[in-house]
């Protein structure tokens, strides 16, 4: 039996080789084009044929339906009425944000008047920094404003290059790839990784350009306790033994090092034992902790003392710490690589502004060189939070290191508008009457995160001690006298 | 519609077939040689999977030099091309320092912005000194300074719209601000050629999409009929509103979209329509104002105004132009604006210049000057090349010209040819065009003199020849060209 089959397969692959012997020796095969013969062509034809063919014969059954007439679509059409564009405007929509008349330091002029600026994430005070500017002025020269270009067709500067290296060798990763925008970052990063199917443990809190992330990438998502390490590894049971099946399934965990939503530091330590236990990979946004956490402000690596390249993925944004504007993705050289051509923020869009690079390379060597501005830092927010911890009507629902200070109300108005509202109020009162700027956690309407929202302050190294006095005891007294009315 | 040859898209498909299944053949015993070495990352999926993996190492990496090629200097007429070689057969490119100073036919530098500017340079060097790169904090926060409202104010003014709001990215504006506007129940009908930012926005937002065939304002009529009829899927409830999506110049065809006609086919179907003005904003039209002023479309007929500053204005960021309701719900709204550091203000300052200097408010007639110069330019280019016997894609007075390559081959052929003879041009291969449709794409600049554009016009040609690109019979004689080229001048 086996041997009848074997001759038949023989004699079918012997049919076959002489079917191609053929269509080469025919006579269009000496045609050669870059020392290919192109009569080949003749074999693929016949292929193209057979496949046509059989396409051909599946023709599916329709059952036989009336399709509307012209004139019924006509008269559907006519009554079609389109809902507005956007819904009516209320008039709390008319909101607008203080206008700055200088540059966005720790002092800052609004309506012609000086004022303490905690709305700036400008934590290592690097705005307005002499040596910033001069690189930027030096690399405007040379390089114009803009890039002109994606990366992928001469929108590479060398400077981009130079910049990704500095950023690689400061975080002690392989290789790093820059964004030309923070917020595209993790929302291209993301799906360039993760696809349909996949699977991502993130935490509920994250900011929204994750968010984006997470649901472009179409991979299922599963949303944890914000920062609750119980329910981060019930998730992750919970996961394991759903999908133990599943083989080459990409699995992930989400989450900021340092929230922007609510100001805590994630337990990066327990996150890695979960992730090696689980065997997910971590992907962390480092925007608000890169130059701030750590002796030396490679961020929550380093304060957890764990290497850089446990983590899979690290992305930030550079409009922070640095001063800057733009983003980096940093990892091992394959995770990088893979962005240049699968990472639609970095393929279709222009490449950073090279001026803004050469600040980032600029603000890097500033951090290493001045150790000194992260302890000031430090010290900063110990005594901001010292000055708020008596604070009334607020808890403090940030880390006590976190560089983002957050005051969240400590009896909710029970909606979120009106909380908003209330708080707004606060810190318009303290900028008018104290010339202290603070500004409150906005919500899009697309954000899904439903943390409690609150007042944000923004500590720098800029900060000189009268200003953090100042700023306490301003909102203490507004605090007292909004919410005095209030209650 | 591109009319592939027969027998080039036989041999087209033949040579991806080659590669493919030396690929195949590769990673065939690349899977035997991991599997022989101990796996350390048992218990984990691969990071990058399939074919689209397949298709980075196995075909991309061979040509990887023609792509992401390093400058050192302003992408202006001439740049500075820094030299790589490879140690490994092209998987790494490492930089040399050694540079060729080419003929940039690559960077959208359409008005010549990119380069130090006499009134634009001081006055964003001045603007870096007072603002400093950037307001570390978003719009909604302390990123607003009073440069950013002048900015919105000389943007919703220029291209004739009663508001603006700009984004420190192109990118960015098209894929934070379709969510925002459409949702679930509402249909997005798209060009079938849109830029991928405006597939990510439409994906974002949750709304159904539909395509139409690339400018094809009949088909758009037919989807719209078809969408109205049906309804919402399964339900057949109505649609809650419909919004047509379109681009201006398209950068892979360099097509100018049929606007009118797309225009009047949503006003008879009461469809909103988005205009994405990339690459045709300050680039075209008489004074600049893009596709609408070139077409003599009355800007109030476009419900929602896009473009960026990345391309014509030499600086970065985008916008959006509408109604002031519009603008007004999208700043209480767009997560771009919330959650986004705001645009930086030198580069704010290069766009409000440089529309300065296109209006001739800077008191000279400069900005009329490239606005001519471009134009002038992109005809004597295209219709040159189309002489030559290349297949040029695209419209007259677009800066914009596809030249056809298909077989993947001629990719790199081309363009290292080119990059020899000092002339730096851009090809484009799969992930931004189809499969098939490889090919070559010239960006005119206004600060191409006439000779800069004849000499590269001479390399085009002597390479064209050599990798097999002139698809039709070139017009006769030299002299005939060269009468006709006289009245461009
Ligand atoms: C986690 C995260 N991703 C992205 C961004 C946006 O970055 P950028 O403000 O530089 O656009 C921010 C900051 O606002 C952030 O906190
Ligand atoms: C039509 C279109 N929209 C948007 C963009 C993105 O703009 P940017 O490069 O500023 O991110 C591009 C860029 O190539 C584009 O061609």
Redesign the interface.
């Known amino acids: 039996m086996d041997a009848v089959m074997a001759s038949a397969v023989m004699n079918f692959v012997n049919a076959t080789l002489d079917c191609v012997k053929f269509a080469l020796d025919a006579p269009s095969a000496r045609a050669v084009v870059f020392g290919v013969h192109i009569g080949g062509h003749l074999f693929i034809e016949v292929f193209l044929l057979v496949v046509i063919l059989f396409l051909l014969s599946q023709k599916s059954y329709k059952p036989p339906k009336r399709p509307l007439t012209n004139k019924e679509i006509d008269e559907l059409c006519e009554e079609w009425v389109p809902g507005p564009l956007i819904p009516s405007l209320d008039k709390e929509l008319l909101y607008e944000p203080p206008v700055l008349e200088s540059a966005a330091g720790p002092h800052s002029i609004i309506n012609g008047k000086e004022v303490v600026n905690f709305a700036s994430a400008n934590y290592l005070g690097l705005i307005g920094h002499p040596k910033l500017l001069e690189s930027c002025s030096s690399a405007l020269a040379k390089y114009g404003v803009g890039s002109c270009g994606p990366r992928g067709f001469y929108g590479t500067i060398d400077v981009h290059l130079d910049c990704e290296t500095r950023i690689a060798k400061f975080l002690g990763t392989p290789d790093s790839i820059l964004y030309s925008y923070g917020l595209s970052t993790m929302f291209s990063a993301i799906p360039a990784f993760s696809k349909k199917g996949d699977i991502i443990v993130a935490d509920e809190g994250v900011h929204w350009g994750i968010q984006n992330g997470l649901h472009l990438s179409r991979s299922t998502v599963v949303y944890f306790k914000h920062n609750d390490m119980d329910s981060l590894r019930e998730t992750l049971e919970k996961i394991t033994s759903k999908y133990k099946r599943t083989k080459n399934l990409r699995r992930y965990i989400v989450v900021e090092a340092v929230y922007q939503n609510s100001g805590q530091i994630a337990p990066l330590d327990e996150i890695i034992k979960l992730k090696e236990k689980y065997r997910f990979r971590v992907l962390m946004d480092e925007s608000n902790s890169l130059g701030v956490l750590g002796s030396s402000g490679r961020g929550l690596t380093e304060y957890y003392g764990v290497s850089a390249e446990k983590i899979d993925i690290i992305t930030a944004a550079m409009g922070h710490a640095l001063a800057t504007e733009g983003g980096f993705c940093t990892g091992n050289a394959r995770v990088i690589d893979h962005q240049r051509l699968s990472s639609s923020g970095y393929v279709f869009s222009a490449s950073l502004p090279p001026y803004l690079a050469s600040a980032a390379i600029t603000a890097i060597d500033i951090v290493e060189e001045n150790p000194n501005l992260i302890t000031k830092l430090k010290s900063n927010i110990a005594m901001l939070w010292k000055g708020l911890s008596k604070i009334p009507g607020f808890t403090i629902a940030s880390n006590p290191e976190s560089p983002i200070v957050y005051l969240r109300l400590e009896k909710s108005t029970g909606s979120m508008k009106d909380d908003l509202n209330l708080l707004e109020n606060i810190a318009e009162r303290v900028l008018k009457e104290e010339s202290v700027f603070v500004v409150t956690s906005k919500r899009s309407t697309l954000d899904k995160c439903r943390l409690p929202v609150g007042i944000r302050l923004f500590v720098s190294a800029g900060h000189s001690e009268s200003d953090l006095l100042k700023a306490s005891e301003s909102l203490k007294k507004v605090a007292a006298s909004v919410l005095g009315d209030h209650n | 519609m591109i009319a592939i040859p027969y027998?080039t898209a036989?041999?087209t498909?033949?040579?991806y077939?080659?590669l493919f299944a030396f690929g195949q053949f590769r990673d065939f015993f690349r899977k035997i040689f991991d599997w022989c070495s101990a796996n350390s990352l048992q218990?984990?999926?691969?990071?990058?999977?399939g074919l689209?993996?397949f298709y980075?190492r196995r075909l991309?990496l061979r040509i990887q030099d023609c792509?992401?090629?390093?400058?050192?200097?302003?992408?202006?007429a001439w740049?500075d091309?820094?030299e790589r070689y490879s140690n490994d057969s092209n998987k790494t490119l490492k930089?040399t320092d050694k540079i060729s100073r080419c003929l940039?036919l690559?960077?959208?530098?359409y008005l010549g912005?990119?380069?130090?500017d006499e009134y634009?340079?001081p006055r964003?060097?001045g603007t870096?000194?007072?603002?400093?790169?950037?307001?570390?904090?978003t719009?909604?926060?302390?990123?607003?300074?009073?440069l950013h409202?002048e900015l919105e104010e000389c943007v919703a003014n220029f291209v004739r719209k009663p508001a603006a709001i700009v984004f420190?990215?192109?990118?960015?504006t098209n894929?934070?601000i379709l969510?925002?506007?459409m949702g679930k129940g509402?249909l997005i009908i798209s060009d079938s050629l849109n830029?991928?930012?405006i597939v990510?926005g439409a994906?974002?937002s949750g709304a159904t999409i539909r395509v139409f065939q690339h400018n094809m304002p009949s088909h758009l009529e037919e989807v719209?009929?078809?969408q109205?009829?049906e309804g919402q899927p399964r339900t057949h409830r109505?649609?809650?509103?419909?919004m047509v999506i379109v681009e201006g110049i398209y950068s892979m065809e360099g097509e100018l979209c049929k606007l009118p006609e797309i225009i009047a086919v949503c006003k008879?179907?009461?469809?909103?329509i988005y205009l994405d003005e990339a690459h045709s904003i300050g680039a075209v039209g008489k004074t600049g104002r893009g596709v609408c002023e070139l077409l003599g479309v009355d800007t109030a007929d476009v419900?929602?105004m896009m473009g960026?500053?990345?391309?014509s204005?030499?600086?970065?960021g985008g916008y959006i132009a509408g109604s002031k309701?519009?603008i007004?719900?999208l700043k209480?709204?767009?997560?771009?604006h919330?959650?986004?550091?705001s645009i930086?203000p030198?580069?704010a300052q290069?766009i409000i210049s440089s529309i300065k200097v296109i209006l001739g408010e800077d008191g000279s007639n400069r900005g009329a000057q490239k606005l001519a110069q471009i134009r002038e330019n992109s005809n004597f280019f295209r219709s040159e090349l189309q002489k030559m016997g290349f297949e040029v894609l695209g419209d007259n007075d677009s800066p914009v010209m596809p030249i056809m390559l298909y077989n993947p081959?001629k990719i790199p052929?081309f363009s290292r040819e080119c990059l020899k003879q000092n002339v730096?041009v851009?090809t484009v291969a799969f992930?931004?065009t189809p499969l098939l449709l490889a090919r070559a794409?010239i960006c005119i600049s206004a600060a191409h003199s006439r000779e800069d554009l004849i000499k590269a016009l001479q390399v085009i040609s002597r390479v064209g020849d050599l990798v097999?690109i002139k698809y039709f019979p070139a017009e006769p004689t030299k002299q005939d060209q060269g009468g006709k080229s006289v009245k461009y001048d």
Request: charged letters at 15%; aromatic letters at 14%.
């Open positions: 027998l036989l041999t498909y033949f040579s077939g080659l218990g984990y999926a691969p990071i990058c999977l689209e993996d980075i991309y792509f992401g090629r390093p400058i050192a200097s302003a992408p202006d740049f091309v820094v930089r940039n690559g960077s959208y530098n912005f990119a380069a130090a634009c340079t964003v060097v870096l000194k007072k603002y400093s790169p950037s307001t570390c904090s719009r909604v926060d302390g990123g607003t300074t009073a409202n420190g990215m192109g990118y960015v894929s934070a969510p925002v506007l509402s830029h991928n930012s990510n994906r974002g719209l009929r078809e109205i009829a109505p649609w809650k509103k419909i008879k179907y009461k469809a909103y419900d929602i960026t500053f990345t391309k204005f030499g600086s970065c309701e519009l007004q719900y209480y709204t767009c997560p771009a919330l959650y986004a550091t930086s030198p580069a290069q081959a052929a730096a851009v992930p931004a794409r097999g």
